[in-house]
């Protein structure tokens, strides 16, 4: 991620210095993609780095913390590659092969955090995250997404007066034309 940045620093440097145009210019016209590109690059590698840095310097009340969220922000920082690969071919940081690799990665590491998924996400306690629908340790998923859907504010209020009277009508056009 550092190179495929500074790549793409280095590229936007070099166009910025052309004297041809304003400053309003460049950024906003001739150069805005470029930029824009450079941007998103610095700053996803800065959000990986702090992240990186935080969970080597926190120290986890369970140690089978830390080294699940080390493969989650490596499954972030692959997953970015994969978005953006062009600036690491042009440098040449990347050859023959290497996009089938990051891919690879990104399976193995999503492998390795699947049996984690359901666990992780049911160990948070908050009103929004109450009950989980991707499953839980009963196994009954479908259950509890009907459940959740019924519970929705939007099926706690009556139905509107203009339901029967105006969609119903065309629902049912329709479904009898299909």
């Not at 210095?17 to 998103?40: C, D, F, G, L």
């Not at 049996?115 to 992780?120: D, K």
């Not at 009954?140 to 099926?155: C, F, G, H, S």
Request: glycine letters at 4%; hydrophobic letters at 35%.
């Amino acid at each position: 991620m550092a190179t495929r940045a500074a790549f793409y620093i280095m590229q936007a440097k070099k166009l910025l210095k052309n004297p041809n145009y304003t400053e309003k210019q460049k950024h906003n016209e001739k150069y805005a993609i470029a930029v824009q590109r450079m941007i998103k690059a610095h700053i996803a590698h800065v959000m990986y780095q702090m992240a990186r840095t935080y969970i080597k310097g926190h120290e986890f009340k369970d140690p089978k913390i830390a080294p699940l969220l080390n493969l989650c922000v490596r499954i972030f920082a692959l997953k970015t590659l994969l978005t953006d690969t062009q600036g690491l071919y042009e440098c040449g940081y990347f050859g023959e092969g290497s996009q089938q690799l990051v891919e690879d990665s990104l399976h193995k590491c999503l492998n390795e955090l699947r049996p984690q998924m359901i666990p992780i996400v049911e160990s948070f306690k908050c009103d929004s995250l109450d009950h989980n629908t991707i499953g839980n340790q009963y196994g009954d998923i479908y259950e509890l997404q009907l459940d959740t859907a019924k519970k929705t504010r939007l099926n706690k209020q009556p139905v509107p007066s203009f339901y029967d009277k105006y969609m119903k009508p065309t629902m049912t056009m329709y479904k009898a034309k299909l």
